[in-house]
């Protein structure tokens, strides 16, 4: 059975304090206006407990927008990698984000390994915690987001006003917790308060559901490449790739080189591209092989729905409803789409 | 191209300020400088030649003599490259294209307006070829000395083909539609770093629209923010004036 331990919210100032002095440490905070996000944590700032959703999405500690990947000398004719691997920790990770990261996890791993990604990864702590609120663009719930039981180091709980269960995934995990000095064991009591609290998000997160099995999607999509639903909502699509980059399972990016104005040294940095834009499939002789709006939408809920599940048996949606939001547009909810389609599709398993 | 390429700068109607943002560069402007030789370029210096081989342009077209002016700039010019927003996309001098000739001549010449003919405001595109744009309202001073590198190595410049939007999230900004607000940066090309919305502000459109703009879309979303049509008009002929954008 997990090792759980019950922690007051009274020992988190001291806990953060030691931790932020070997870790960059982020937890969820406001960002103003009703937006929350992951924030470097410093004396005093308050943590939102009660956020529906992080703004950006926690890729971007794993696989920065912009990274450096080599740096060149052209006079020297030499070229190094570059590996940076902040120690870094990610408090307050919602379960469908960890379930983000745990797919991460395994693309980058998969083909030839990632190893600047994997080299991140290694130096990241990951404090998930249950959700008290759910955006109102969010889905996770019927998607298989709700529960995720590994890729933790410490999963937090809030079981009282005051109070939390949390349960280690990782030694690293324990030794930090350990920060705190003596650790309590959790009672069977705290360890159904979390049960109870987590069945209270999935809950929340309901009103927003599939009107299927999540598992059906790549058959729904299977049926569905010659769907007019593709065109209704693809004459609005701005190309402008939001959807793409505010995702946290989308992974891709472009290399790029850039050489200082002498031409003598220079470097090799990727960037975050999307499949949105009109350029990405763009490929040498000026073919484009997703040269319209509605092939490069349908392809997006291709990727969502059967590619990656292809893959790892998992869709490449946890249901963050990030891209809903991002969509200035209003055409990027996987969620409407994927309902739609199904209907359409005759509600058929 | 010979070692030494003569470059000349030329301004028409506009601010300078992209000679200004240019003359900033100090030293990256020195090492660049090193692989050309300048016969006319006023932020610099005072000297003046008529000789060149790679002319920057910056200002829009507004008068009827501008354009024979031009015309033989592009004739000497081996590559003539426009620069800044007014010279590339005719900027917020087109927002004279929107009024009433005779109220917009007495505002800027007062009672002498009659000796002063003038005609619609346009990028340089709309008289002569341009061989290369490097665009914004001012040009961002890094893209300058890459697109000029890019000249001088005879490759073709390239500027971003993808929206605004892209380096905004990159960027993390939380996106003003989300904050009930309009902005640009959905039809807009990119470069710029979104620098007008991590500042606080919204994109105003100044690089240009991106290749395959999607104009009837961008309009219902602006439409949809719940601003009324003048506003949404006025945005989109702040620097868009010469584009589609507007109709
Ligand atoms: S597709 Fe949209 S809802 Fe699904 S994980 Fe990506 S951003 Fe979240
Ligand atoms: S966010 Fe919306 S408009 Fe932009 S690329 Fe995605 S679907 Fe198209
Ligand atoms: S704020 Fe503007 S540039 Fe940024 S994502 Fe929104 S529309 Fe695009
Ligand atoms: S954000 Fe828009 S207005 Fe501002 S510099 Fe960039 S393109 Fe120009």
Redesign the pocket.
């Known amino acids: 059975m997990t090792t759980t331990y019950t922690v007051f919210q009274e020992q988190l100032p001291d806990l953060f304090r030691k931790w932020s002095q070997e870790y960059a440490l982020y937890v969820p905070a406001s960002a103003g206006g009703g937006f929350f996000d992951l924030k470097p944590w410093r004396e005093g700032l308050e943590v939102a407990w009660e956020y529906d959703v992080a703004y950006n999405p926690p890729k971007r500690f794993l696989l920065p927008p912009r990274e450096t990947l080599v740096r060149y000398d052209l006079r020297k004719y030499t070229a190094e990698p570059v590996f940076e691997a902040p120690k870094q920790i990610l408090f307050g990770l919602h379960p469908y984000d960890l379930k983000a990261v745990n797919q991460l996890d395994q693309l980058m791993e998969g083909g030839s390994p990632d190893q600047n990604y994997l080299r991140r990864r290694e130096a990241t702590v990951i404090m998930a915690l249950d959700p008290l609120t759910v955006s109102p663009t969010a889905f996770w719930s019927s998607i298989g987001g709700d529960h995720v039981n590994h890729g933790f180091d410490l999963y937090w709980t809030k079981i009282g006003p005051a109070s939390f269960l949390v349960a280690v995934g990782s030694p690293r995990g324990e030794e930090l917790l350990r920060a705190a000095g003596e650790l309590l064991p959790a009672t069977a009591a705290d360890r159904e308060a979390a049960r109870r609290a987590k069945l209270r998000a999935h809950a929340l997160a309901r009103s927003n559901s599939l009107k299927y099995n999540w598992e059906e999607t790549p058959r729904v999509l299977g049926r569905s490449w010659d769907s007019p639903v593709w065109r209704k909502y693809a004459v609005m699509c701005l190309a ?1 790739g ?1 959807c793409n980059l505010v995702c946290p399972t989308c992974y891709c990016f472009d290399i790029r080189e850039e050489a200082d104005d002498r031409l003598e040294q220079g470097e090799r940095f990727r960037q975050w591209d999307g499949c949105m834009l009109e350029s990405f499939a763009l490929v040498a002789g000026n073919h484009n092989f997703r040269p319209k709006a509605l092939d490069r939408y349908r392809h997006r809920y291709f990727r969502k729905g059967k590619y990656i599940y292809d893959k790892i048996g998992e869709l490449g949606c946890v249901g963050c409803g990030r891209c809903v939001r991002a969509c ?1 547009a209003g055409i990027a909810n996987p969620l409407t789409v994927f309902n739609e389609l199904w209907e359409e599709s005759g509600n058929e398993y | 191209m010979t070692a030494k390429p003569k470059i000349a700068f030329f301004d028409f109607a506009g601010c300078e300020g992209d000679q200004l943002q240019v003359a900033n560069l100090e030293e990256r402007l020195l090492d660049i400088l090193g692989h050309v030789e300048v016969v006319n370029f006023r932020e610099v210096a005072t000297r003046s030649g008529q000789d060149y081989d790679i002319a920057f342009v910056e200002g829009s077209v507004t008068r009827p003599a501008d354009e024979e002016r031009l015309r033989q700039i592009r004739a000497q010019a081996k590559v003539l490259v426009a620069l800044g927003a007014c010279a590339c996309i005719g900027g917020v001098n087109c927002l004279k294209n929107f009024m009433s000739e005779n109220v917009y001549r007495e505002e800027v010449y007062g009672p002498s307006a009659r000796w002063y003919p003038t005609a619609p405001a346009r990028p340089l595109k709309a008289v002569v070829k341009v061989d290369a744009e490097v665009p914004g309202c001012p040009v961002d001073a890094a893209e300058f000395a890459r697109v000029v590198k890019e000249v001088l190595l005879g490759k073709a410049p390239w500027l971003p083909d993808w ?3 892209v380096e ?2 990159l960027a993390g ?1 939380i ?3 989300e904050m009930g607000r309009m ?1 640009l ?2 039809i807009t090309r990119a470069g710029c770093g ?1 620098c007008c ?1 991590t500042e606080g502000a ?2 105003w459109g100044c690089r240009g629209l991106v290749p395959g703009a999607n104009l009837d879309s961008a309009r219902i979303v602006l439409d949809r923010t719940g601003q009324d049509r003048k506003a949404v008009q006025d945005l989109l002929r702040f620097y868009l004036g010469d584009t589609a954008a507007t109709l």
Do not use: D, Y
Request: proline letters at 5%; one cysteine or more; glycine letters at 6%.
């Open positions: 402008c939001s200035t | 929206p605004v939007c905004c999230k900004n996106c003003r539609f902005c940066g959905i979104a919305v919204h994109c």
